[in-house]
């Protein structure tokens, strides 16, 4: 009794579930492509409304006469790496879905105005390359559009801003190239609800080797910041470039590694801004000759990389107990006017600084003497792994001096410290002799006045006279 009832139903639908059951299956053959060079086609509605999906083209002369009821499309293995819409708006005016799947088309033509009525265009999993700002701006009932699985690398806000009616876009699984033209995506202003319209926009990947497989709303944001802040204005005119992003030490958030460029750009002083995320900054080439904002200005604290080759710079003493010294990685003073150095407040820094790397002080005018360069000599041979130009580091060129341009590591200290060859008093030494005897006076007469005290009783004359 039951399995004929159950028989009776399935044979002879009547209620509702099977109904239900034959419709989905409908759906699943409707979606998928029909075989080769043949359209379908699918009653959608009462008013016999119809979906067709062909294969290999439009081979549609049985379309004839029920074109206006067209109002869903799907093409499947299009013949031609181009499509051009021209071959479907005159014919189906009414249509309101057109999907092009399964197709190697690189080339989407620009749509018509005829397609009056279309709200959703499928066009994922192509090969589309480019899509020019007019492609879909006539489209006035657009609301759908889905460019996902695509070669898209680049897209202008224009694209997307020009079909008035646009509400959702897909955009994820291309290879975007993240350079400048996607910076919409993280505009304020009128530009961000035409970002929120991406509904996938946390999903898209750039395709950069600079950034590869890195998220792209993360990695626009970054580039808008280091622009935002890059010191362009002259005097100083730098440009701003991000090298690469490194994930922080959490692990989940990015860190961008950048190069500021304010090399040979006329410069009296370091610049007043950095941006926030400046790693290195090249300032070669200048005539800066104060390395106070190195100490003193909060945008100098995470600086990592200085390069100031080919400045004027005399003296780095004011870097003496600065934070900087205890952090930096790279610290490039080539071609400077450097005599001498605070030796021990280098040492006392670079022994706690666990980034250094590179320390360049060649080519400036090292002065010889027996003063600093025995100490000098013995820093730049400890930190030899550091002093990357050791080579260049040379005694000053003094016109007849023998040491002149030698190298200081391989100076000898006889050489610099030689016994001066008849001795003179020094007007030092003279100050020093004069405030020993001085000390020796002193304590001889407190001796002598306690030892006359103990003996006769009698203060010392100048006791007695005070009141
Ligand atoms: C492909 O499309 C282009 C432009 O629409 C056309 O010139 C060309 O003849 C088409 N090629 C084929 C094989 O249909
Ligand atoms: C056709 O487009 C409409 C409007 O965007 C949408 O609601 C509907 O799901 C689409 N149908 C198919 C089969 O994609
Ligand atoms: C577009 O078509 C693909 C299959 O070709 C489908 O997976 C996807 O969901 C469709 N997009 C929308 C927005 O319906
Ligand atoms: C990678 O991104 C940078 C910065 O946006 C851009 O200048 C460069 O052209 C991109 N490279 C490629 C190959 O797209
Ligand atoms: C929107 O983005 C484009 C391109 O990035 C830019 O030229 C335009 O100024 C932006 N508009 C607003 C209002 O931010
Ligand atoms: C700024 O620098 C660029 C390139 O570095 C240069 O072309 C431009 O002339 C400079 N502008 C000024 C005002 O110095
Ligand atoms: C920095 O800018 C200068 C001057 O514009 C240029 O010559 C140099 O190649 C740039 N350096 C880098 C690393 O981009």
């Not at 009783?457 to 006791?463: E, Q």
């Amino acid at each position: 009794m039951k399995i004929l009832d159950l028989m009776e139903t399935l044979l002879f639908p009547k209620n509702i579930r099977c109904w239900i059951l034959i419709l989905g299956w409908t759906v699943v053959i409707v979606t998928s492509c029909p075989p080769d060079t043949k359209c379908k086609r699918y009653i959608l509605d009462a008013s016999k409304n119809l979906r067709v999906a062909c294969s290999g083209g439009l081979h549609g002369k049985f379309l004839t006469g029920v074109r206006r009821q067209v109002r869903e499309l799907t093409l499947c293995h299009w013949p031609n790496s181009s499509f051009d819409p021209q071959i479907i708006q005159f014919r189906f005016p009414e249509l309101r879905n057109l999907t092009l799947r399964d197709s190697d088309v690189s080339q989407l033509k620009e749509f018509g105005g005829e397609l009056k009525e279309l709200q959703e265009l499928n066009v994922s999993g192509l090969r589309l390359d480019s899509v020019v700002d007019s492609t879909f701006s006539r489209l006035k009932k657009l609301r759908v559009l889905d460019l996902r699985g695509n070669n898209l690398k680049q897209l202008g806000h224009s694209v997307l801003a020009s079909p008035p009616a646009l509400r959702e876009v897909f955009l994820s699984g291309n290879p975007w190239d993240c350079s400048n033209d996607l910076m919409w995506l993280v505009d304020e202003g009128r530009n961000e609800s035409m970002a929120r319209r991406v509904v996938d926009r946390d999903k898209m990947i750039c395709n950069n080797e600079t950034y590869p497989k890195k998220p792209v709303l993360p990695i626009m944001g970054m580039l808008k910041t280091l622009q935002a802040e890059c010191p362009t204005v002259p005097p100083a005119n730098c440009t701003c470039h991000m090298d690469y992003v490194a994930p922080d030490p959490d692990g989940v958030t990015l860190r961008p590694v950048t190069t500021i460029n304010c090399s040979y750009r006329g410069l009296v002083s370091l610049p007043e801004r950095l941006p926030s995320v400046t790693t290195t900054l090249l300032v070669k080439g200048n005539q800066i000759s104060s390395l106070k904002p190195l100490v003193s200005n909060p945008h100098y604290r995470d600086v990592l990389d200085v390069f100031l080759d080919d400045n004027q710079i005399h003296s780095i003493e004011s870097l003496e107990g600065a934070d900087w010294l205890l952090n930096f990685r790279v610290l490039s003073l080539r071609n400077n006017q450097l005599t001498q150095v605070l030796t021990y407040a280098l040492d006392n820094a670079l022994q706690r600084n666990r980034n250094a790397a590179i320390v360049y002080l060649g080519n400036n005018p090292w002065i010889c003497d027996c003063l600093f360069t025995p100490t000098f000599q013995d820093f730049i041979i400890k930190y030899r792994k550091l002093v990357k130009d050791i080579d260049d580091v040379r005694c000053a060129s003094v016109h007849g001096d023998e040491n002149s341009l030698t190298q200081i590591q391989a100076l000898s200290r006889s050489t610099v410290c030689r016994e001066p060859s008849e001795y003179l008093i020094q007007p030092l030494d003279l100050l020093n002799g004069i405030l020993a005897s001085l000390i020796v006076l002193v304590v001889g007469k407190l001796i002598y006045d306690y030892w006359s005290f103990k003996k006769t009783g009698k203060l010392p004359w100048l006791v007695a006279k005070m009141p």
